[in-house]
């Protein structure tokens, strides 16, 4: 069955620094997002992305996140100046059509900041 | 925000009862439901959905019963399976395309 990839699966990093989560969509999806989960909380979304433009992003998806889609297999979430309170798991997910369909999950990237 | 709301955090049932998860949202203008299933170290699976002009689907050993009038949704797990000792997720959404609203999650331990 395919499968939506993320690397790192865990990735530590000092406050300040800039990271740069990647995902590898299902092939033919078309709609590309990313979530996030900090530890105890619910699963929040952050961004929506389909043909090569943000189509939606919440308040957290402030101006320290950007996200990219270069090469047209890869969809990375890049955080700029990352903050203690931006640790929490990072979901990629993608979708090949609308409707009541749900959206495949990638496993997640842990990310830590110290 | 709280669009979406799962008031049990877990629910312990014996191996072959049924599981009845429940969810509540407040957003009228929400199209589709979904059911979430999450393991540890892993990132939430599709189970199943519900288009809100639905009141039931079902598939397999999964059933969703949708009543909008009372902004409720349930998912009943029958017969509940070891393997399925998870955590569940409601998540709903306003466009079909667009982004899902999650409940916080009900933890579900099958024992045998």
């Known amino acids: 069955e395919p499968e939506v990839t993320q690397t790192p699966s865990h990735q530590v990093t000092q406050m300040g620094q800039e990271v740069i989560l990647r995902c590898v969509p299902i092939?033919?999806?078309?709609?590309f997002y990313w979530y996030r989960q900090i530890l105890g909380q619910k699963v929040e979304f952050l961004v929506s992305?389909?043909?090569?433009?943000?189509?939606?992003k919440s308040e957290i998806f402030d101006d320290q996140f950007s996200v990219e889609r270069p090469d047209g297999s890869n969809f990375t979430l890049k955080i700029r100046s990352t903050k203690l309170e931006d640790s929490a798991m990072y979901f990629c997910?993608?979708?090949?059509?609308?409707?009541?369909?749900?959206?495949?999950f990638g496993s997640g990237t842990r990310l830590t900041v110290v | 925000d709280q669009q979406v709301k799962q008031n049990s955090p877990s629910l312990s049932v014996q191996e072959g009862r049924i599981s009845i998860l429940n969810c509540d949202y407040t957003?009228?203008?929400?199209?589709?439901f979904l059911w979430y299933k999450k393991y540890p170290a892993e990132g939430p699976t599709f189970l199943i959905s519900?288009?809100?002009?639905?009141d039931k689907n079902e598939d397999g050993r999964f059933t969703v019963f949708l009543n909008k009038s009372a902004k409720h949704l349930s998912l009943h797990i029958v017969p509940s399976q070891p393997g399925d000792s998870a955590v569940y997720f409601c998540?709903?959404?306003?466009?079909?395309?667009?982004?899902?609203?999650f409940g916080a999650g009900t933890q579900v331990v099958v024992t045998p």
């Open positions: 997910a993608s979708s090949e059509e609308t409707g009541p369909g749900g959206y495949t």
């Open positions: 092939s033919n999806h078309l709609y």
């Open positions: 992305f389909y043909n090569n433009e943000i189509s939606e």
């Open positions: 957003n009228s203008m929400f199209d589709y």
């Open positions: 519900i288009s809100s002009i639905k």
């Open positions: 998540a709903a959404k306003t466009d079909s395309w667009g982004k899902l609203q």
